[in-house]
């Protein structure tokens, strides 16, 4: 570590007044006496107000307690203060007088006068014998040994030492040596040796820009290389070395604990200069672990950051003891605030067996103590007698001394120009590039410029910049850090032609320093050639395609020079060739010279073509530049067949009730030239095949690849379902070389339930009869009426005898009962009677009906009155209370669309009810399904005789054999 002089530097060393164990005791009209506390601690600080001096200059030394103590006078406290704390340094030996004043309260003091010893020693503790009235120059300890003059013998005394440095009357003479010449990037020798003075450092400003280049040294030589040219002035100084300083106040040691392993011992301490570089420590080892290793460090904070740390190896530290002068720990330089508490650490971590020293005090025991490490035991304190703690700080000199001195030096470094080399040129094709590759070998620290021209292609538009320092461009002047260039610039050149061209390069520095080459480059002619690609060329990737399908074929080539690419493509299917021209310039053919043309000239050609039948064809490609330079190339493409596919489909689903026709329709699409099959499958049905023919005429050949593609053709089958049912029509449409596709159509058959025709009937069949009694002579007539119009008239004439042989019968008579169609009106006419007629008779009348199919017959009954006249007219609205009993005709009539079987069920309203089935096949039930077309209308005829008069709900249902139904009710009332 550097050692700065001119500094001023502050010795500060705190002594420790040992504690006075024997009692106080008091005479009458006592003296004063000087007593301290028991366990108190007591001393001063000896300081010089600087550390250098000049021979013959004034040392002045201070002297202050260590803060305020209390002490007894007279059995009253006082504190103790130094009022006359300076005196100057004179000669060697003599004695001066101390005065303490004591002060015991406001207002009064006491004097007292110590005797004071003054004695300078030297480094090596000799003491000094001074020449004349001087101190020779060097390092010196003063101590200073004070015992109290009016205490009682061997109460108390007080000794410290102060150490300063004594120079010489004047500080050192700076020669720079010189003037220096040189190039830059070679090495110059600068020499300080005629500097004068002892103990000299040198430092060197090569630039005499005010900074610093060089860290101090105790060499006055140095070879320093310039990068730049320089013509100034370079300046040297030299300061005298070895400046130290005792810290101002010390402490105890303070450790972790008395067994760590890993130890760390900690004091807090103010500097009073601004610079740390080393310290000295009293440690001490007997024996370590060859890694162990002890650290110094300086610290903010006791577990604060490092500012500073620096270490010695065991084999460093000396054995057995704790030396005076301790180990010297060399930090890199930090600063400090003068006055501000900083931490010295001390650490060790331990490896294993071993015995180290920490030397220390302890302030709870009246003698010094260390700490000793021992393996299987730990740390330990060891209690001996005046053992201080003790580490010394160095600073950096002190300033305003005349300790240091500068000179300066003329220096003219002169600029060298780059050198160039070339690397070999061999031959190259047209079209290939050519790789110029030129070296340039600076000297110094200069930016470098390329400049490149001449023939062909690829030359840089512009200079090319190689900065010396990337981070600041331009290059500054001076610029005299040392980095020498060697740069390589390379060029890839092209030429479209073939024959010998001409290149050329200048290198300049930035300091105007110009070298030029120049030469030349040979290019020979190459024909084209197919470029190779990952996929074989022509088909690519895909060597089989599909019939129909237009895809791209293709190939890469490069013409290595800049001609014009003709190429011609053949299908292999009898098609015509296709040919093109790929221009060099994109517009027109080439001229016979072009060797700045496009080069290298890549051709990349792509044609789309078709196939309308499958098969293996193989397509050929020639190419030609305009140099008759050709190359071939030939692929194989396999072209599949591809089933047709439908266009317009079928629907997928469709529904559609028995009985109606289902028409499906379909368009089919064949990508190649092939003909086209549709085939219908009906279920339940039948299969029929048509075939559309690619050309219109007939089937078309094996091998059709130029026939009419693609091809469309359309179709449609019908067809009707007889019976309801789930099902389903395929239909498969197929080329001639066995592609094809095919289609389901489900077709959901909706049962049809059937449908009643007309009206249901119900009438009654047979004979009416009017029957008249009573008075002889009267007639009665006998209207029939069938829906208001009359349909028969009779008459009877009263006469003698039984009435049953003169009644009227009107026969095949018909009664509707849900219409109520008949009626009849019977007129009584008794005043145009014979004159032998009875006016005052009556005349019994009764309508009976005999039914055609049996049953009993029934009758009304009416009286006329001749003295009566409304009784004269008898109305018959309603026939139906005659038909009690009687067999009633029911007549419905039902029909089906499908073929399905019909039954017929009537429920007559009293309880009772009658079925019948009809067969639409009138053999027996209908299957399922039963798809052929057969509608049914089937009549159904049934008797039924009531019992009772009343009103009764007859209801006729009518199923078919798959559930639909239809059901229709009339109402009767008898």
């Keep these: 570590m550097e050692v700065f002089t001119e500094r001023i530097l502050v010795l500060v060393l705190a002594a420790i007044l040992p504690i006075q164990s024997a009692p106080l005791s008091f005479e009458e009209n006592p003296q004063p006496l000087w007593g301290f506390i028991p366990g108190e601690q007591y001393g001063l600080n000896l300081t010089t107000d600087k550390y250098n001096y000049d021979v013959g200059e004034n040392v002045t030394i201070t002297i202050r307690n260590i803060g305020d103590r209390i002490m007894y006078w007279s059995g009253a406290p006082a504190f103790w203060t130094i009022l006359d704390e300076n005196w100057d340094w004179v000669r060697y030996g003599e004695v001066m007088l101390l005065t303490i004043v004591i002060e015991l309260g406001p207002g009064t003091s006491r004097n007292e006068t110590w005797d004071q010893k003054y004695i300078i020693r030297d480094e090596q503790g000799q003491i000094v014998s001074p020449t004349g009235n001087q101190v020779p120059p060097g390092l010196y300890h003063a101590n200073t040994t004070l015992h109290c003059l009016d205490c009682e013998a061997n109460m108390t005394y007080i000794n410290g030492t102060v150490e300063f440095y004594i120079g010489g009357l004047s500080g050192p003479v700076a020669d720079a040596g010189g003037p220096y010449t040189g190039y830059e990037g070679q090495p110059v020798a600068f020499d300080a040796s005629s500097s004068t003075g002892e103990s000299l450092e040198y430092r060197w400003d090569l630039d005499n820009d005010g900074s610093w280049d060089t860290s101090w040294s105790s060499s006055p030589f140095l070879n320093r290389t310039y990068g730049d040219d320089y013509h100034g002035l370079a300046s040297v100084e030299v300061r005298t070395t070895d400046v130290k300083v005792d810290i101002d106040n010390w402490k105890p040691a303070d450790f972790m604990g008395p067994f760590n392993i890993d130890i760390s011992h900690a004091q807090s301490f103010k500097p009073s200069q601004d610079v740390l570089t080393a310290v000295d420590l009293d440690v001490g080892i007997n024996w370590g672990k060859p890694n162990d290793l002890m650290y110094v460090s300086i610290r903010e904070t006791r577990d604060g950051n490092n500012l500073t740390q620096a270490s010695k190896h065991h084999s460093e530290v000396p054995r057995y003891y704790c030396p005076n002068d301790g180990v010297h720990f060399d930090l890199p330089d930090i600063s400090l605030t003068p006055g501000q508490t900083y931490w010295i650490v001390v650490e060790s971590p331990m490896t294993g067996d071993g015995n180290y020293q920490i030397c220390g005090s302890n302030d709870d025991y009246p003698d010094g103590s260390y700490w000793i490490w021992e393996s299987n035991r730990g740390w330990r304190e060891v209690v001996e007698p005046n053992r201080d703690l003790r580490f010394r700080t160095y600073s950096a000199g002190s300033p305003g001394q005349p300790s240091a001195s ?569």
């Design 406 to 974: 500068t000179d300066t030096a003329q220096v003219n470094i002169s600029n060298l120009a780059p050198s160039l080399s070339v690397a070999s040129i061999p031959p190259q094709y047209e079209g290939e590039s050519i790789e110029l590759e030129v070296t340039a070998v600076d000297p110094g620290s200069d930016d470098l410029v390329y400049s490149w021209w001449g023939q062909c292609n690829g030359w840089p538009a512009t200079s090319l910049l190689f900065p010396n320092d990337p981070q600041m461009i331009p290059d500054p002047y001076p610029s005299p850090d040392v980095n020498p260039r060697s740069v390589t610039d390379a060029q890839s050149i092209t030429c479209g032609d073939n024959g010998d061209f001409q290149w050329n390069v200048r290198v300049e520095d930035d300091d105007g320093g110009v070298t030029t080459m120049s030469g030349t480059m040979t290019f020979v002619n190459e024909p084209p050639e197919y470029v190779y690609t990952f996929c074989p060329q022509i088909v690519g990737c895909l060597p089989t395609r599909l019939e129909g399908e237009s895809t791209g074929y293709w190939v890469i080539l490069q013409e290595p020079g800049s001609d014009d690419v003709g190429l011609e493509w053949t299908w292999g299917d009898g098609s015509s060739n296709e040919s093109v021209i790929h221009y060099n310039d994109g517009v027109g053919p080439d001229p016979p010279d072009s060797p700045d043309g496009t080069y290298p000239f890549d051709v990349d050609d792509t044609r789309n073509h078709s196939y309308g039948d499958d098969g293996k064809y193989a397509i050929f490609v020639l190419a030609e530049d305009d140099d008759g330079g050709s190359s071939a190339m030939s692929a194989d493409v396999t072209i599949l067949n591809v089933a047709p596919s439908l266009t317009v489909s079928p629907p997928e689903i469709l529904s559609v009730d028995e009985g109606v026709e289902v028409v499906l329709q379909a368009t089919a699409t064949e990508p190649g030239s092939d003909d086209l099959t549709f085939t219908w499958t009906w279920d339940y049905g039948f299969t029929e095949s048509r075939t559309s023919f690619n050309d219109g005429v007939g089937p078309d050949p094996p091998d059709s690849p130029l026939g009419n593609f693609p091809f469309s053709a359309s179709d449609s089958s019908a067809h009707t379902y007889g019976d309801d049912c789930i099902c389903t029509v395929s239909l498969t449409v197929e080329d001639d070389d066995g592609g094809s596709i095919t289609y389901i159509t489900s077709v959901q058959v909706i049962n049809v339930p059937p449908s009643v025709e007309g009206e249901v009937k119900a009438n009654a069949e047979g004979d009416l009869t009017l029957r008249v009694a009573g008075e002889k002579w009267h007639d009665v007539s006998l209207k029939l009426y069938d829906k208001g119009t009359e349909i028969a008239s009779v008459t009877v004439l009263r006469e003698p005898g039984n009435p049953d042989d003169q009644s009227v019968t009107i026969e095949d008579v018909s009664i509707d009962l849900l219409n109520n169609n008949l009626s009849a009106v019977v007129e009584y006419m008794p005043l145009d009677d014979p004159i032998n007629g009875q006016i005052n008779g009556a005349s019994p009348v009764w309508l009976i009906f005999t039914p055609k199919s049996g049953g009993e017959e029934s009758r009304l009954h009416h009286t006329f009155n001749v003295q009566h006249p409304d009784t004269w007219i008898w109305t018959v609205e309603d026939f139906n209370s005659l038909l009690v009993g009687v067999d009633i005709s029911f007549e419905a009539t039902a029909t089906d669309v499908g073929s399905d079987d019909l039954t017929f069920e009537w429920k007559w309203g009293d309880g009772e009810s009658t079925s019948t089935t009809y067969f639409n096949d009138g053999v027996g039930p209908d299957p399922y399904p039963s798809p052929d077309i057969n509608p049914i209308e089937v009549t159904d005829n049934q008797k039924h005789a009531f019992l009772a008069w009343g009103t009764y709900t007859v209801e006729l249902t009518v199923t078919d054999d798959d559930g639909g139904c239809v059901v229709q009710t009339i109402v009767l009332t008898l």
